[in-house]
């Protein structure tokens, strides 16, 4: 069972629709039991990131989910529930993230063309990095859908795929039992769909 953590700022609609097309056992649930009985974990989320660390630190959610992947529990995260993997975030100040991936998140702002718009809306392609369980199946250059203004900028080694917005940056990330998507899987249509299933059905040695 997949517990995707409802923390009043995800896109659950959308989620809700993915997961019932691959008919995968999901549940959106803040309960703690709930949570730690679930096999994997999957943290979304949209909007500001002072906002969401500030409700995953008020209700503890943020501690359990990282306890659970000390325990060797996979966690996805997706959109800002990426950026909320990595240690800070520099959106509007300087925020603690949930410090699981080694990294900050920054801003596009001052590091491309000044011509191109932020945030970056649209489809942009993948340009795989390495070996994931997220991409089986995929041979590179597809094609998923990115809503952000703010990136990863992490070692290369953690990047499971970049894409390109007049510089290259993380598309996807994973770190042990840790995975993130900048982009959005569950509006990417049948490669958003493929990534989610993939997570779902992985072994991860559970």
């Not at 896109?11 to 994997?40: C, H, M, P, Q, Y």
């Not at 660390?53 to 992947?69: C, H, R, S, Y």
């Not at 990047?159 to 042990?176: G, K, L, M, N």
Request: with cysteine; glycine share 12%.
């Amino acid at each position: 069972m997949i517990a995707i953590v409802d923390y009043g700022v995800g896109n659950l609609f959308s989620l809700r629709s993915s997961f019932k097309a691959i008919g995968a056992d999901a549940v959106f649930t803040s309960d703690e039991k709930i949570i730690r009985d679930a096999d994997r974990i999957l943290l979304p989320g949209v909007g500001a990131f002072e906002d969401a660390a500030d409700k995953l630190k008020t209700t503890g959610l943020g501690e359990l989910l990282v306890n659970e992947v000390k325990k060797g529990k996979p966690l996805l995260g997706i959109c800002l529930g990426m950026q909320l993997l990595f240690d800070k975030s520099y959106e509007f100040g300087c925020f603690d993230g949930l410090g699981l991936i080694p990294g900050d998140i920054v801003s596009f702002e001052g590091k491309i063309d000044p011509s191109l718009k932020i945030p970056e809306i649209g489809w942009n392609e993948l340009r795989l990095n390495k070996e994931s369980v997220l991409y089986k199946g995929f041979s590179g250059g597809e094609f998923v859908y990115f809503v952000h203004s703010y990136f990863a900028d992490c070692e290369s080694r953690f990047v499971s795929a970049f894409s390109e917005y007049d510089i290259d940056f993380p598309a996807s990330v994973e770190y042990e039992n840790v995975f993130g998507c900048q982009f959005h899987p569950e509006k990417s249509g049948k490669a958003g769909l493929k990534i989610i299933d993939n997570f779902c059905k992985a072994g991860f040695g559970l």
